[in-house]
């Protein structure tokens, strides 16, 4: 999911950056596509946060801890 987020966040980057200028005032693609990378950057940063939790304090499907191999034994 990241790296589809990822690409997306780069290819809005480039649409950016190589935006025609001047902007004018009641240009409306371009602020949409600036509010479309702030939505991808706070999901990615959510995805990244998530992703950084250490094992033991994610939670399994069925509403339990998940057990990893050592806590089996």
């Known amino acids: 999911m ?3 987020l990822e690409r997306r966040l780069a ?3 480039a649409e950016i950056r190589t935006y025609p200028g001047p902007i004018a005032r009641c ?3 371009l602020p949409a596509l600036l509010e ?3 939505k991808l950057r706070a999901e990615l940063e959510s ?3 998530h992703e950084s939790c250490p094992p033991e304090a994610r939670w399994g499907h069925d509403g339990g801890r998940q057990i990893n191999e ?3 034994e």
């Open 70 to 72: 050592k806590e089996r």
């Open 27 to 29: 240009d409306q693609h």
């Open 36 to 38: 479309e990378r702030a």
């Open 47 to 49: 995805i990244q946060q």
């Open 2 to 4: 990241s790296a589809y």
């Open 11 to 13: 290819k809005l980057n």
